[in-house]
């Protein structure tokens, strides 16, 4: 059984893009010595999360943003815009809701994902950001 | 220390049906050898998603339902539908802001939820689906 | 590898209550054994959840209850309130959206948190509670 700590980082343009991170990770799994185990898909900062979808244009590029612009809109009254002067606090909330990581089983070194079921991090803040994402394999 | 991995098959309605996980999983801790640790688990697909409730029929068939619908209304316009012609745009924001999975830690042989906390699939796509979970336990 | 199991708990008020876990969640990892592996927060009942957010008063004490009182508001009609004759629907499905736990790496004896980004608990039920939360660190 052993813990393996990898990171991935990727520019952002922010404004809820959406990115798929499924290539990058894979790239991780393969030179992972755990086979068998889970995955921690965990992104530091309050501005963005991480979940799965299929990643196609429609979904990617529209359908999402629209989602979380419909539950925290971008130019609603936020108060901890009041509190730093800043653009962001729908950003923020968004991301609460979201949450910053998820946790994929591993099996026989391969991803327990659908064949239509990308691992996306969303990006919501107002301006670009270089992300990093930290990889926990745990197993053996 | 060790993984156990385990599945559940179940048959959906879609629609946001919501199934009650916790009986089939309260077997397969008492079949798993992991007695303390965590098991994640996970739906395989991109229009279904894994939470806790309180399952009870007021929230099981209707509350939870009437969350996502408000949330991502069925007959708004998705990109996604776009693509494919098809009609389950609603169902992958849903999924995706739900999330895929859940990780529970396991002490003492029991899962650590409470009395009125059951493990539920929330079913968003707009047919019948057979759906797998997977089970991941970690631990000893 | 070990499995190391703590518990907080901490008085809450209810009413989407922003608690700030990160100092009591730091005292747990300072005194486990584990050092580089992932730690699963999870906190048992079903009315509220946990997420990561800036905790800050503008977010923690506006925002994001004002982000759950557009997503799920308290006066609408809940079916389980029907069931129960209680008042508690929308703390039900605000939980079951946001979900009960996360998992955290855990790196050279740190959580990979970034500096404005700390472990909150959201506590929505509609009276104080007293919450027990359980740390499940996996590692070594």
Redesign the interface.
């Known amino acids: ?3 393996d ?1 990898q990171y991935i980082e990727i520019e952002s343009n922010g404004d809820a893009e959406v990115l798929n991170l499924s290539p990058e990770i894979e790239r991780c799994v393969c030179a992972s010595p755990v086979r ?3 995955v ?1 898909i ?1 992104v ?3 501005t963005a999360g991480i ?4 990643f ?4 990617a ?4 943003a ?2 979380f612009e ?3 809109p971008q130019h609603d009254v ?7 002067k800043d653009d962001n ?1 729908h950003s ?2 968004r ?13 026989d070194g391969h991803l ?3 064949t ?2 990308q691992i ?1 991090l969303i990006d919501f803040d107002t301006r670009p950001r270089n992300r990093k994402i ?1 990889l ?1 394999f ?3």
Chains 1, 2, 3 share one sequence.
């Open positions: 059984m052993q813990v700590t068998d185990g889970i921690t965990f530091i900062g309050s979940t799965t979808t299929e196609e244009p429609g979904l590029q529209h359908d999402l629209a989602l419909r539950i925290a936020y108060q901890h815009e009041e509190t730093w606090g923020h909330v991301a609460s809701l979201l949450g910053p990581g998820i946790t994929v089983p591993l099996v327990t994902l659908g239509w079921q996306i930290v926990q745990m197993g053996q």
